[in-house]
């Protein structure tokens, strides 16, 4: 058997791992694919260190994270700079209004009735990327408010407020969403 | 928003995120890493990375790279004894001599530039700095446009 013979059922068993990790940090299919061609062809370069290793996957997510990273900076560069040019009230939501738990509560059981997963997803994919990346590193990748800072380079205030910020709007999406799903003419 | 509100936001939203399956990679992108693998597999030794390339080969050119490097050493320290390399060390020579003048005469323009300045009034060198200042904002601002207009999320 050659050494493309067995990256083969190597790479059909991560393959998703690593596009998921991509598709959530980039929020964009073309760009997730070559993130993640670029993450096996690197793994190719040293399969015979990864091919046996225990810790294969845990080293393809971390360079798959690293690489979307660097392609969001390297790209889209201005975004931490330009995130603090969003209008109040356009995605984030108004801050200052008293947020309803009963909502939640409802948003929480409504979920269950709907198909959640696509939903998330979905809602996910149309934050913007100062909300869509801390929140993705923090939940989905389980860095610290820390580690992000430091991997976005920016301020920890910063990471804190997008996090929240991101978690506020993508509540307030998937709200919208269930109340299209359920009442579809609009309000209850 | 409270603290305990916030807290409950931030479980909400964890488990709604943790609770996400993997997404299906393409079927197609499996073949385009294989050909991909296949064509760097395909190319001679010499065209791929120096890392890639056989052992006794990398040896090789180290030995040649520090030869030559050994060579210009040399050449550097005895050549100004060797009488065939007078002529193209003359020739140096006018070379430096030429880039002397170019260097003699940016400095004269650079003393008249920094002459004319000194006795400029202040109000003009404001002036200057504000225009600098605002061309710089509007080049600022028309990025910022470009980037919520062309670049917006849709």
């Given at each position: 058997?050659?050494?493309a013979?067995?990256?083969?059922?190597f790479?059909?068993?991560?393959?998703?791992?690593?596009?998921?990790t991509?598709?959530?940090?980039?929020?964009?299919q073309?760009?997730?694919?070559?993130i993640?061609?670029?993450?096996?062809?690197?793994?190719?370069?040293r399969?015979?260190?990864?091919?046996?290793?225990?810790t294969?996957?845990g080293?393809?997510?971390?360079?798959?994270?690293?690489?979307?990273?660097?392609?969001l900076s390297?790209?889209?560069?201005?975004?931490?700079?330009?995130?603090?040019l969003?209008?109040?009230?356009?995605?984030?939501?108004?801050?200052?209004?008293?947020?309803?738990?009963?909502?939640?509560?409802?948003?929480?059981?409504?979920?269950?009735?709907a198909?959640?997963?696509?939903?998330?997803?979905?809602?996910?994919?149309k934050?913007?990327?100062?909300?869509?990346?801390?929140?993705?590193?923090?939940h989905l990748?389980?860095?610290?408010?820390?580690e992000?800072?430091?991997?976005?380079?920016?301020?920890l205030?910063?990471?804190?407020?997008d996090?929240?910020r991101?978690?506020e709007?993508?509540?307030k999406?998937?709200?919208?969403?269930?109340?299209?799903?359920?009442?579809?003419?609009?309000?209850? | 928003?409270?603290p305990?509100?916030q807290q409950?936001l931030?479980?909400?939203?964890?488990?709604?995120l943790?609770?996400?399956?993997?997404?299906h990679?393409p079927?197609?992108?499996?073949?385009r890493?294989?050909?991909?693998?296949?064509?760097a597999?395909?190319?001679?030794?010499?065209?791929?990375?120096?890392s890639?390339?056989p052992?006794?080969a990398?040896w090789?050119?180290?030995?040649?790279?520090?030869?030559?490097?050994?060579?210009?050493?040399?050449?550097?320290?005895?050549?100004?004894?060797?009488?065939?390399?007078q002529?193209?060390?003359?020739?140096?020579?006018?070379?430096?001599?030429?880039a002397?003048?170019?260097?003699?005469?940016?400095g004269?323009?650079?003393?008249?530039?920094?002459?004319?300045?000194?006795?400029?009034?202040?109000?003009?060198?404001?002036?200057?700095?504000?225009m600098?200042?605002?061309?710089?904002?509007?080049c600022v601002?028309?990025g910022?446009?470009?980037?919520?207009?062309?670049?917006?999320?849709?």
């Amino acid at each position: 058997m050659t050494v493309a013979q067995a990256f083969e059922p190597f790479m059909k068993n991560y393959q998703n791992m690593v596009f998921s990790t991509a598709m959530r940090l980039v929020a964009n299919q073309a760009e997730a694919e070559d993130i993640t061609q670029e993450v096996f062809l690197k793994a190719y370069e040293r399969f015979d260190q990864l091919g046996a290793s225990p810790t294969a996957g845990g080293w393809l997510k971390t360079v798959a994270t690293n690489m979307s990273l660097n392609h969001l900076s390297r790209y889209r560069a201005r975004w931490s700079f330009f995130s603090e040019l969003t209008r109040p009230g356009h995605d984030e939501g108004d801050d200052e209004r008293e947020i309803e738990f009963a909502d939640t509560h409802d948003f929480g059981e409504e979920m269950a009735r709907a198909d959640r997963h696509q939903l998330v997803e979905q809602a996910l994919q149309k934050l913007p990327d100062a909300q869509r990346v801390p929140l993705v590193l923090y939940h989905l990748e389980g860095l610290s408010y820390e580690e992000i800072a430091a991997k976005l380079r920016v301020s920890l205030g910063k990471v804190k407020t997008d996090i929240f910020r991101g978690r506020e709007a993508l509540r307030k999406r998937l709200a919208t969403k269930l109340d299209g799903e359920t009442c579809p003419t609009g309000k209850s | 928003m409270k603290p305990e509100q916030q807290q409950r936001l931030e479980r909400e939203i964890d488990r709604a995120l943790k609770s996400l399956p993997e997404l299906h990679a393409p079927e197609h992108l499996l073949s385009r890493v294989m050909a991909r693998i296949e064509v760097a597999a395909a190319r001679p030794w010499h065209q791929q990375s120096w890392s890639e390339w056989p052992a006794p080969a990398r040896w090789t050119t180290l030995l040649v790279l520090a030869l030559i490097f050994a060579g210009v050493c040399f050449a550097y320290w005895k050549a100004p004894e060797a009488q065939v390399l007078q002529p193209v060390l003359a020739r140096l020579q006018s070379l430096t001599n030429l880039a002397d003048a170019l260097w003699s005469v940016l400095g004269a323009l650079v003393g008249s530039v920094t002459g004319v300045l000194r006795n400029l009034n202040t109000w003009v060198l404001a002036g200057c700095a504000a225009m600098v200042l605002f061309g710089y904002v509007v080049c600022v601002g028309l990025g910022t446009v470009y980037f919520r207009v062309a670049l917006a999320r849709r």
